[in-house]
């Protein structure tokens, strides 16, 4: 006859005393749980949900757009009521001063003007007496050759892939052309829509550009001219900005 295993020595006292230090823990465990909680949800609390925030946002940006359009409906029922023929004289010479303006691309023949810094000889060198400021395009060089080309009555010019304007303020720093923002390396290509023959002349006359030609007989600088019967200009971009304007007394529409 089998007779049931008794407990090993001690196995009770243990299971007695370990159930009660269990329960002990659970409670101070809960009790510290509510405490961070205050009693609320203690993944959330007070902090909004991430996806209430872009509702919130996206309401407030429908909101907005709304109200945008609303106002911008309201302006275009105004604008221009009662002005008539005066409102469309006005809109005539905007779009008749555009291209003057530089506002507009321009195509028709002209003269396309490339400079670039000295290059080495054959052998990899340059001339001996040359410093480092006679090999390269200088501010005053692209200055000469714009100022030329506006003198024989150029109707457009563009310098790399910008328009020129009154805005305009080239600028060499080291041996390289800062234009409107952007940094552009030689060669440096002008190009320039009008009487070719009148340009040619006038870069011949013009003494900084005469000297200029001498640095590239003497150190090897670069110069060329091409006549084209139909280059491109492209337009200005962005809306031009009026910084100050001067009476121009009455105006014939």
Not at 194 to 211: E, H, I, K, R, S
């Amino acid at each position: 006859m089998e007779h049931d295993r008794p407990p090993p020595p001690g196995r009770s006292f243990r299971w007695r005393l370990g159930v009660p230090l269990v329960c002990l823990l659970a409670g101070l465990l809960l009790a510290a749980t509510h405490g961070v909680s205050g009693g609320k949800e203690i993944r959330r609390g007070d902090a909004p949900r991430l996806v209430d925030l872009v509702r919130s946002t996206q309401s407030t940006v429908d909101r907005l757009t709304d109200q945008r359009d609303t106002l911008a409906t309201a302006v275009r029922a105004v604008h221009g009521r009662g002005a008539g023929a005066a409102l469309s004289a006005m809109r005539n010479r905007a779009d008749q001063l555009a291209e003057a303006a530089g506002l507009e691309a321009m195509h028709g023949p002209g003269l396309v003007v490339t400079l670039t810094d000295a290059q080495r000889d054959a052998n990899g060198r340059f001339p001996r007496d040359a410093s480092p400021d006679d090999l390269v395009v200088h501010q005053q060089d692209v200055s000469a050759v714009l100022n030329a080309l506006w003198t024989a009555g150029a109707e457009a010019v563009q310098m790399q892939d910008q328009r020129i304007t009154a805005a305009s303020a080239p600028r060499c720093v080291g041996n390289t052309l800062l234009l409107n923002g952007r940094t552009y390396s030689p060669p440096y290509v002008v190009t320039a829509i009008g009487d070719p023959q009148a340009m040619q002349d006038a870069l011949a006359a013009a003494p900084l550009v005469t000297l200029y030609k001498q640095y590239v007989i003497r150190f090897g600088l670069g110069y060329s001219e091409q006549v084209s019967t139909d280059l491109r200009v492209a337009e200005t971009p962005g809306p031009a900005r009026m910084r100050y304007a001067v009476p121009a007394g009455p105006v014939d529409y």
